[in-house]
């Protein structure tokens, strides 16, 4: 069908490629000092001037440190063992110099902040070139042409600490384009960025790209922005061996269930797609996006898809009138209760909070309640207010006095040890909370300060480590980890002193999707066992699985705190703070019969997926 064929039009055109690579990585191994196991263990691919390239894998199947590679990182920079070989622009990574391998690959780290080091943004972008020589008229006109791509030129004379995650972000990768470099490596280039600047950055990236003579390589998790974008994808296995590489429609399209049982992510409407699939529904060839689903559903036979539409249909009123029939095991979102009764006293009150940072208010008067139990995302655009809202209801930020409650207790006046006993945070970069050397001393740190027994110590810090799948790195040190075992860290640092509130900035930053479930499948069971969870996220589609409670934050001021399917039924609402309707919500908008309206995966038919 038309309709399910790929949009090729912000790809650029098969003929454009040059067929000479620009980077040639040839069984590539690397072990970092201290450790045993290659991560990655042998990696082969090539890279052309044109291709727009997704390297996708389990979570520390070695992606970053690949692409550290590519830009001589390592083992220049981060000590390593390297077998195999990279070679860009015919230059061998092992011998040649950083410094010259930056004219050829421009770098944007996972964490933004490890490559900002000015004090404005224009001197920030204009850093790069200045350092390769560029005539200062080239520079000033290479740092304004980025700057506009990434919509942050009228912000240019601010301090990058002013920018909020989703600011830096946007400056790393404006940084990476004023290099003008034949290949751009982007790290998870969107995981702080909200749905309207994801977009943007993608259109920025496709104009750059349209023209033929540059090569990208993506490491990304949020395949429903980038799989229009992108038009080949390698995927790396758990131990970091090449297991596919080709086309979107060969490799996403036709093995997405061997991607999906490897812990890979796929699109939502993909998973979706599989799980109607599983029902017995005709889905072929598999759709990708929300476009492609809704047109393959509308095309679906009304002998199978009415079947399955009623069935649907009956479950989910049984939902209604019996919450713990839910396939969650949580009442669905937006429905009248929630873990507290509307005659309960809120476990967290915000009077009148306003916050500032130098002479700018971030946080205005700002009321809010959050019952006690309850599952809230706090949402918005980049700038908006959400982290720092957050990181005062925690104690991060101390907040004015009187402004903040839990459980009755002033915030203000709290001290620290007392604090993290009624609520843990987890913050945007795991890197912030690490203190140990080890990853078993980072977890068995909060049990010490317990005064608990060496025994029981070890017992329960190791079985923390292993339902976070880290029980194989207790012995390494924590900046060893990669980015989704450091975000599964910070979570079991929080955990452990057992708080009744979990905080958590972007949880799923970093992860791949079997982690990510694993994660979020946990924070449900805890909230499921009373604690109350706060999450800070852009990730709409995880909001509407998991949240009772959504509260959009816009300008420093709380825009709307209700249920969240009255949150994403007020287009109005969701248009003014900078979102995105979830993948799903757009997907089964304007289908027929039952399935209409439906907003998460644990609604549909097929089973897990």
């Given amino acids: 069908m038309a309709a399910l064929e790929r949009d090729s039009a912000a790809m650029p055109a098969a003929a454009s490629v040059d067929p000479t690579p620009l980077v040639r990585v040839q069984g590539l191994g690397i072990t970092h000092d201290g450790e045993e196991t290659a991560t990655p263990a042998s990696v082969t691919f090539d890279i052309a001037p044109g291709e727009v390239v997704l390297l996708l894998g389990p979570s520390g199947s070695g992606k970053s440190t690949l692409t550290l590679a590519l830009n001589g990182l390592i083992p220049h920079a981060v000590p390593a063992e390297l077998s195999g070989s990279v070679e860009v622009a015919g230059l061998d990574t092992r011998t040649a110099a950083v410094a010259e391998l930056s004219t050829h690959v421009s770098m944007v780290f996972q964490d933004p902040d490890a490559q900002l080091v000015t004090g404005t943004l224009l001197d920030e972008v204009a850093f790069g070139p200045e350092n390769l020589r560029v005539p200062v008229a080239d520079v000033l006109a290479r740092a304004e042409d980025a700057l506009r791509r990434v919509g942050l030129w009228e912000r240019r004379r601010e301090n990058p600490d ?141 002998s199978s ?51 500032r940072r130098g002479r700018t208010d971030v946080l205005h008067g700002i009321d809010l309640d959050i019952p006690r139990g309850e599952f809230v995302a706090v949402v918005g655009a980049n700038g908006a207010g959400k982290t720092t809202l957050v990181q005062a209801i925690a104690g991060v930020i101390p907040p004015p006095r009187g402004a903040v409650r839990i459980d009755g207790l002033d915030v203000a006046k709290t001290d620290a040890r007392m604090l993290s006993r009624r609520i843990g945070f987890v913050f945007q970069n795991p890197e912030h909370q690490f203190i140990a050397h080890t ?88 909230n499921d066992d009373g604690t109350t969870i706060i999450v800070v996220t852009h990730d709409m589609q995880l909001v509407t699985e998991y949240a009772h409670r959504t509260v959009v934050v816009s300008g420093g001021r709380v825009l709307r705190s209700a249920p969240t399917s009255e949150v994403f039924a007020d287009d109005a609402l969701v248009e003014a703070a900078g979102l995105r309707l979830p993948p799903l919500a757009r997907a089964f908008r304007d289908v027929p019969g039952d399935l209409a309206g439906i907003t998460r995966l644990a609604d549909l038919p097929g089973g897990a997926s």
């Avoid at 090569?215 to 296995?237: K, Q, S």
């Avoid at 019996?322 to 009248?336: A, D, F, I, V």
């Avoid at 009764?341 to 909070?353: F, K, Q, Y």
């Avoid at 057992?498 to 970093?510: M, Y």
Wanted: glycine share 8%; with cysteine; net charge negative.
């Fill in 439 to 526: 990853v078993f001393d980072e977890i068995a740190h909060g049990l010490r300060r317990l005064r608990l027994p060496d025994d029981e110590v070890r017992e329960r810090a190791m079985a923390l480590l292993t339902r976070f799948g880290l029980e194989g790195r207790a012995a390494s040190h924590p900046f060893l980890l990669s980015g989704g075992q450091k975000r599964r860290l910070s979570v079991g640092t929080a955990l452990v002193a057992g708080a009744p509130i979990l905080a958590l900035d972007e949880p799923t930053f970093g992860q791949d999707r079997a982690r990510a479930d694993e994660l979020l499948g946990l924070l449900q069971e805890l």
């Fill in 305 to 355: 898809s009415g079947r399955r539409m009623s069935r649907s249909s009956e479950d989910r009123a049984e939902i209604l009138r019996h919450p713990s029939h839910c396939p969650t095991g949580k009442w669905m979102p937006g429905s009248s209760a929630t873990g507290a009764t509307a005659s309960d006293a809120p476990l967290i009150e915000v009077r009148g909070l306003t916050v």
């Fill in 162 to 302: 002013r920018l909020s995650g989703g600011g830096r972000q946007r400056l790393a990768i404006a940084c990476a384009l004023a290099m003008g470099s034949p290949l751009l490596v982007l790290d998870e280039p969107t995981a702080n960025l909200d749905p309207r600047g994801i977009e943007e950055v993608y259109a920025a990236l496709a104009e750059l790209v349209a023209a033929g003579d540059r090569a990208i390589l993506l490491v990304e998790h949020n395949l429903d922005a980038a799989v229009g974008f992108v038009d080949r994808v390698v995927v790396l296995d758990a131990s970091g061996t090449v297991v596919a590489d080709g086309s979107v429609d060969a490799v996403l399209r036709a093995r997405a269930e061997d991607l999906h049982a490897m812990g890979v992510w796929l699109p939502i409407s993909t998973l979706a797609a599989l799980r109607l699939r599983a029902a017995g529904v005709a889905l072929d060839p598999l759709p990708l996006t929300p476009d492609e689903l809704r047109a393959a559903l509308i095309d679906a036979t009304p």
